[in-house]
């Protein structure tokens, strides 16, 4: 099958086109600045690359429109019509406690994804304007498909999801823990056992996505049993400017000492925070890796908070799972910092945590990277939400 993968932002949309058969990637790109100046990327293996500023794209149905004449364009295209696709798989944040699997959508999917934008603001309303241009452009019988963030951990048992609040926030406001970078998890896990050549249903991983949002999952079973995010995706590690967990009170003491209002406050510890806040040199990790090398202590001070972070949390799940198997690492972080995933393992070997200095010398490879005699096995494992949801997609378009 041809699914068609689509992450809308508020004003961007990344789109691409795979073959679920073969898994290739047919054609991907970018749409930017959508209701401004519209620039539009377009790449495919072999074709001409697009990169065009100045497209006219007012809304999210321009940007769709833009990606199907660039796929069907007799010059670099890859399919002659626009029949050829089989089916759309969007991404979606946040499916609240209303869907723990992927679903294909109908009305009543719609009304159920607007109920949940209380919960992300944010991202929902552009992942639902992209749904509705898609639906405006390709006509009703392309089936749509949505896959979401939050869909794998909804498996996480109530001691990990309730947060220590009067119960009535949860029952009423739906407060609680719902966790991201589901999809990412659910395929790196799935690959994981692919490569240890065991059932997933035997095995206890801890897969941690380090990117520049992070998120590290304790997946018992093949079933999310715990996960860092929490409400928002602004819980759990130190990431690149967001702060990660935080004793709550503080929140109150810089609000009166700095006159900043909630929204001011948030923006601190989303925007401003993380190892970016720490060093003051930069949120990306080679910027950091580089100041810390040329002496440069606040960036080394960030490099290690974040390490700390990771191995506090494998160490909480391995404890949470009663042991671990395997320890993923995936996502920018995760796929290319042979240090940082150095300095996590280490001193992890009192629980059978044993690396191969030679093996971890790797960059965005599948590879085993811990010791033969390692009794955990630690994997670097690229991620592919997009394979993921054209995956769902498909198997729900059928
Ligand atoms: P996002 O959360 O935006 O999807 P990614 O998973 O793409 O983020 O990760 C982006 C981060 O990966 C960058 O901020 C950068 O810090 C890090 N990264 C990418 N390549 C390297 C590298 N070679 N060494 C260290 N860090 C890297």
């Known amino acids: 099958m041809k699914v068609l993968v689509i992450n809308a932002g508020s004003s961007s949309l990344k789109y691409q086109l795979l073959d679920t058969n073969t898994q290739e990637v047919l054609a991907k790109g970018l749409c930017e600045r959508i209701g401004i100046d519209g620039k539009f990327t377009y790449k495919a293996p072999g074709k001409p690359t697009v990169d065009a500023a100045d497209v006219s794209m007012p809304t999210h149905a321009e940007a769709i429109q833009a990606v199907l004449t660039a796929l069907v364009n007799p010059n670099g295209g890859v399919i002659a019509s626009m029949k050829e696709i089989d089916?759309?798989?969007?991404?979606?944040?946040?499916?609240?406690?209303?869907?723990?699997?992927?679903?294909?959508?109908?009305?009543?999917?719609?009304?159920a994804l607007e109920e949940n934008v209380p919960l992300a603001p944010l991202h929902n309303p552009a992942n639902i304007t992209g749904i509705k241009a898609c639906i405006a452009v390709m006509g009703p019988d392309v089936p749509q498909v949505g896959v979401f963030d939050t869909a794998f951990h909804q498996t996480m048992p109530p001691v990990a999801y309730t947060y220590a609040l009067p119960y009535e926030y949860y029952e009423q406001d739906k407060v609680r823990r719902y966790g991201f970078h589901g999809t990412s998890h659910r395929y790196v896990t799935q690959r994981a056992a692919d490569m240890l050549g065991k059932p997933i249903e035997s095995l206890k991983l801890i897969s941690c996505h380090l990117g520049n949002g992070s998120s590290i999952a304790a997946v018992c079973g093949g079933k999310s049993v715990d996960t860092s995010m929490g409400f928002t995706p602004l819980a759990g590690l130190p990431m690149g400017t967001r702060?990660?967990?935080?004793?709550?009170?503080?929140?109150?003491?810089?609000?009166?000492?700095?006159?900043?209002?909630?929204?001011?406050?948030?923006?601190?510890?989303?925007?401003?925070?993380?190892?970016?806040?720490?060093?003051?040199v930069s949120s990306d990790?080679?910027?950091?890796?580089?100041?810390?090398?040329?002496?440069?202590?606040?960036?080394?001070?960030a490099l290690d908070m974040f390490s700390y972070g990771v191995k506090k949390y494998i160490g909480a799940y391995a404890a949470a799972m009663g042991g671990v198997d395997a320890i993923i690492f995936t996502a920018g972080v995760g796929e290319n910092d042979a240090q940082q995933?150095?300095?996590?393992?280490?001193?992890?070997?009192?629980?059978?945590?044993?690396?191969?200095?030679?093996?971890?010398?790797?960059?965005?490879?599948?590879?085993?990277?811990?010791?033969?005699?390692?009794?955990?096995?630690?994997?670097l494992i690229p991620t592919n939400e997009e394979l993921m949801i054209a995956l769902d997609t498909a198997e729900l378009a059928k």
Do not use: P
């Not at 044993?354 to 971890?360: E, F, R, T, V």
């Open 243 to 280: 702060s990660g967990d935080i004793d709550a009170g503080v929140m109150e003491y810089l609000m009166n000492k700095h006159g900043m209002d909630i929204k001011e406050m948030l923006n601190v510890l989303n925007k401003k925070s993380g190892v970016q806040g720490v060093s003051g």
């Open 341 to 379: 995933r150095m300095d996590i393992a280490s001193g992890l070997e009192f629980m059978g945590v044993k690396m191969d200095a030679d093996a971890n010398n790797i960059r965005g490879k599948e590879a085993i990277i811990s010791a033969i005699d390692s009794k955990v096995k630690v994997l």
């Open 87 to 111: 089916a759309v798989g969007h991404r979606v944040v946040h499916g609240g406690e209303t869907f723990a699997c992927s679903v294909k959508i109908d009305d009543k999917v719609m009304a």
């Open 285 to 301: 990790f080679r910027d950091l890796c580089s100041a810390r090398d040329a002496g440069n202590k606040r960036a080394e001070l």
